[in-house]
């Protein structure tokens, strides 16, 4: 069985329909965990926690073209928690970006899928991360870009809540707010966790709506779970054009969702699937196939 019959077996032949945000979530559950289990890989709560935000992304929301992932008019995206790579992966591999089978290849010896997302040689991807507190900045830079040459086109960057710690994200955010970047979204995976710890026992971000609303931004509250939620969010955060104050979606997650054992567990920030482990994991995917 080739790695693409194996992780798409659930749907027993039937028509797989990417562009529903809640399948293409469940297919990132389960590429992160067969990806991070063949690689011996890490970061699958972070995966798990970011797959609704990613799927109604590549699912509707991102002006994205698969065949020409170099469109002049495309929407950019920065993943700027790195480590959650696999599930960017996942999605670009399902909607057509690169194949599907090239994702049994991740963070292997000479395989252009590295454990943290990386733009060298992959159609879809804009910029390599890994060294968190980055990709705000870029974002922003590339937003401002898109501003003063009077394109249409947005920027999305996702940040992790851990990531936040750092100064270099509120430097950004200064900056997006200072120069009226209004195209710019970001989306805070706020899974209230981060490597070793929760957030709240190594730099607490309370009351976070409030701290963004301070620098300039328009913040949104949700589940990120709920697609249907994250999709009104996204809608709302694209009516904001024209105000001169970037987006900012607060989504609620939970690291590790979708595998009981796995949320909300900081072991499964570093710990890979195997053996038991991986065929627990399997099972409650299969049953939860939308």
Known sequence: MTYTEKTHAAFAGMPIDVMDAKVLAWLIRRHGLEMTHISRGSHIGAIFSVAEIMAVLYSGVLRVDPAQPQWSSRDRFVLSK?????????????????????LSTHYGNGSRLSGHVSHKGIPG????????????????????????????????????????????VWEAALQASQYKLDNLIAVVDYNHMQSLDFCENTLALEPFADKWRAFGWNPIEVDGHDTDALKAAFEAAKANRGTGRPTVILATTVKGKGVSFMENDILWHYRTPQGEEYEAALKELEAQRP
Do not use: I, N, Q
């Not at 991360?129 to 999305?156: C, F, I, N, P, Q």
């Open 82 to 102: 790195g480590h959650a790579g696999a599930a960017v992966y996942a999605a670009l591999a399902e909607r057509g970006f690169f194949p599907v089978e090239e």
């Open 125 to 168: 991807v804009e910029f390599s991360t890994g060294s968190l507190g980055h990709g705000l900045a870029v974002a922003a830079g590339m937003a401002l870009g898109g501003k003063k040459d009077g394109e249409d086109w947005r920027v999305y960057c996702v940040l992790g809540d851990g990531e936040c710690d750092e100064g270099s």
